[in-house]
């Protein structure tokens, strides 16, 4: 079943292979100018102490590779239950409908993990941040494990919502949590003594301190990758049972 969802996602991508190419090339850039630059100018001294293109790095990557994830999920588990193409095709695959909501956060994790090695290899190149070969292979669990906290937070939006519009409100709530409030670009230590001890403590702004703690200081935090893991399993867990309320109302 997960090699029918991934040719599947193949064919998808590869009829639109051009404007995918074309948004990693453009979406990189594009971020880099927006805020990337202006950050750079306006944080004058880290609280890390270190070069501004390695911290802001790993969360660049992190917001391009949610931005290309949207659409991916959006579109089979909201634009298809709603209007009613998504049963249909259940019905003749031999699995159980929770099942398949575990292979296609599978599927989605393997293109999302094609995307994040494009992403880091386009802005290696346009931030240069001086990363070792060790750097990069340290970062890539625990972007990994963000994107699947992030891919199990859009599966819920998709299955609880109905109305396109409420959706697209959400979508954008969710992006800006993304790039504002998980640590992915600014530092906890900049908001609200509450708000930023609220913020820290939601299990994406651990899996940011735990990235650059481990990327910065050589120290991981493996309570806290265990937490992260557990957490992504009962979450995806939970959307299987959801899911298939869904499907059989």
């Known amino acids: 079943m997960i090699s029918t969802l991934l040719i599947r996602r193949f064919w998808i991508i590869k009829n639109r292979f051009f404007t995918t190419l074309g948004l990693l090339l453009i979406l990189p850039i594009f971020l880099n100018v927006i ?126 919502v109905n109305k396109t519009t409420l959706y697209n409100l959400l979508m954008l709530t969710f992006f800006l949590f993304i790039v504002f409030a998980s640590g992915t670009i600014i530092e906890f230590e900049y908001f609200p003594e509450v708000i930023g001890n609220i913020l820290r403590y939601l299990p994406t702004g651990q899996i940011m301190q735990s990235l650059r703690m481990a990327l910065f200081s050589g120290v991981i935090n493996w309570l806290i990758l265990l937490s992260a893991l557990v957490t992504i399993i009962l979450w995806a867990f939970l959307n299987g049972i959801l899911f298939k309320k869904r499907l059989t109302k």
């Open 35 to 160: 805020i990337n630059l202006p950050f750079k100018r306006l944080v004058v001294n880290p609280l890390w102490n270190i070069p501004h293109e390695q911290w802001i790095y790993p969360g660049l990557t992190i917001i391009v590779v949610v931005m290309m994830m949207i659409p991916s999920v959006s579109r089979d588990l909201f634009d298809l239950r709603i209007h009613k193409k998504l049963l249909p095709a259940l019905t003749l695959t031999p699995i159980s409908k929770s099942v398949y909501l575990y292979i296609f956060l599978l599927t989605v994790l393997i293109e999302t993990l094609i995307y994040t090695i494009l992403v880091m290899t386009v802005y290696s190149i346009i931030i240069a941040p001086g990363f070792g070969a060790l750097d990069y292979l340290l970062m890539f669990p625990f972007i990994l494990l963000f994107i699947a906290l992030g891919a199990n937070i859009l599966i819920t939006l998709s299955l609880i």
